[in-house]
């Protein structure tokens, strides 16, 4: 297990893309474009980590006012014991 792995096991990550809607566009595009963000992360993540700790990634697109409305990756890590909130 790499040194990342051994960091974050037991830990749940949460990966959240936001996105600043910049002029004109479909809002499907800017939430694609959060959530590919988010998706591409997260799977960076997992391969600089380990196969052991995939599952406790998570990923989610959050496009202009649905988040910060800034262009960010927040990256949030969960150390307590039990369930991740949705």
Known sequence: MSA???LLAGVRVMVESHVK????GAEAFWEQLAVN???????????KAG???TSS???KGLPGKLGLN???IV???????GEAES
């Not at 809607?21 to 004109?24: R, S, V, Y």
């Not at 963000?37 to 391969?47: M, N, Q, S």
């Open 57 to 59: 990634i998570e990923a």
């Open 51 to 53: 196969e052991n700790i």
């Open 75 to 81: 990256v949030k890590l969960d150390f307590s014991p």
């Open 37 to 47: 963000r988010a998706d591409l992360i997260r799977e960076h993540l997992a391969v």
């Open 70 to 72: 800034i262009n960010a």
């Open 21 to 24: 809607p910049a002029g004109k």
């Open 4 to 6: 990342l792995g051994r």
